[in-house]
């Protein structure tokens, strides 16, 4: 009797154990593939005057070309300006990136991926690279005197 009753209660089908190995393997990968991604993003910022001085978010990061980490989540404001303060600047938007859009189609059938959307790698920045356009310098002017003959 103990051996039937064993045998009864232990057993499982094998739909139900590949649903169970397929749910246990879907939550040890999925969980939010955008928690496994940096919350920053490497950018290239160039300037089309090699002397210029950039800044990120009103904070000097280089001169003429630099590559500096990001927030993914967060629009960026670039600006590039000379020494005799010609300026030009640039928007870095923040979306939703591919790992945020599987965090959606994975959430939609197992409901641990949408937590992922709260973290910063389910954003991208929409440009890995952006040229800040400062204007040329005005012609100087020479000095020049006039004649009186």
């Not at 040890?28 to 991604?37: A, E, H, K, L």
């Not at 640039?90 to 994975?106: E, N, P």
């Not at 356009?133 to 005197?145: C, F, T, Y």
Request: glycine share 8%; net charge positive; hydrophobic share 40%.
């Amino acid at each position: 009797m103990d051996s039937v009753l064993k045998d009864a209660s232990m057993r499982t089908s094998w739909g139900s154990r590949a649903t169970a190995f397929v749910v246990a393997t879907s939550l040890s990968i999925t969980p939010g593939c955008s928690f496994f991604r940096p919350s920053t993003q490497p950018v290239t910022i160039m300037a089309t005057d090699p002397n210029a001085e950039i800044y990120v978010a009103g904070q000097p990061v280089g001169r003429g070309t630099t590559t500096v980490y990001l927030p993914r989540d967060q629009n960026q404001t670039v600006m590039a300006r000379t020494n005799d303060n010609r300026a030009g600047t640039a928007t870095i938007k923040s979306r939703l990136g591919s790992a945020g859009i599987f965090d959606i189609v994975a959430g939609a059938f197992l409901l641990v991926p949408f937590f992922g959307l709260l973290s910063p790698g389910s954003r991208a920045l929409s440009t890995s690279s952006v040229v800040v356009q400062v204007p040329p310098a005005a012609p100087a002017e020479h000095g020049r005197v006039a004649s009186h003959s």
